[in-house]
């Protein structure tokens, strides 16, 4: 039985190889952070996230790096640095579609402006850009700051009980923070 396993994993690390000979070979050139067999940068997240960026970005820099990338586990991860090259990416309707980290939080927040992709997210980009822009933004600041005033209370006086089901609290705040907003 313990051969047939091995060599079912065996099999399955040979298919993984060979459908990613293509990837590798068009991502050959690209510099990037020393990559571990299997684990690839992963050993690099293991920090705090703000560590890991930090990391990644003194990377680019020290090396003067335009792109770079960065394998974890089985999955490429490209990194543009100038913003011109970003710009070219995102103004291409050919390349908007969401990675598969956002596909994982898809039953929980179904498909809207945060994991949509290509042309349904440029659309849904525009429609809201004017709701959140700066000046928009400042005209709420007030209000967002008693709300969180509110919310802090509410917390407050909710710790002083032996059990606390946040979740509820959360959902409350963010009720009254929205509604109290959108009907003002």
Same mark, same amino acid.
Request: hydrophobic letters at 40%; proline letters at 5%; charged letters at 20%.
């Given at each position: ?14 298919? /993984?190889?060979?459908? %990613? ?16 067999p299997?684990?690839?940068?992963l ?6 996230? &703000? ?7 003194k990377?680019? /820099? ?6 770079? /990338?960065?394998?974890?586990? %089985?999955?490429?991860?490209?990194n543009?640095?100038?913003?011109? &090259? ?13 990675? !598969?980290?956002? !596909? ?10 945060? %994991? ?10 525009k429609?809201?850009?004017p709701a ?6 400042r ?5 967002? /700051? ?6 802090? !209370?509410l917390?407050?006086r909710?710790?002083? %009980?032996?059990?606390?089901?946040? &979740?509820?609290l959360v959902s ?11 009907? !003002?």
């Amino acid at each position: 039985m313990a051969i047939v396993s091995l060599l079912v994993l065996l099999a399955i690390l040979m298919v /993984k190889w060979w459908s %990613n000979r293509r990837r590798a070979h068009l991502t050959n050139k690209l510099p990037g952070p020393y990559h571990y067999p299997f684990l690839g940068a992963l050993p690099y997240f293991l920090f705090s996230p &703000d560590k890991t960026w930090r990391y990644l970005h003194k990377f680019a /820099k020290t090396h003067a790096l335009p792109i770079y /990338k960065t394998l974890v586990l %089985n999955t490429l991860y490209v990194n543009l640095m100038v913003p011109e &090259d970003i710009q070219v990416l995102l103004s291409s309707g050919k390349y908007l579609n969401k990675g !598969q980290a956002y !596909q994982l939080l898809e039953p929980w927040v179904g498909k809207g402006l945060f %994991n949509s992709s290509g042309m349904k997210w440029r659309e849904r980009r525009k429609m809201t850009a004017p709701a959140f822009s700066i000046g928009t933004m400042r005209k709420f600041v007030e209000a967002f /700051k008693e709300h969180a005033e509110r919310f802090t !209370q509410l917390i407050e006086r909710e710790s002083k %009980n032996e059990y606390t089901e946040i &979740d509820s609290l959360v959902s409350k705040g963010t009720m009254h923070a929205v509604c109290g907003n959108t009907f !003002q």
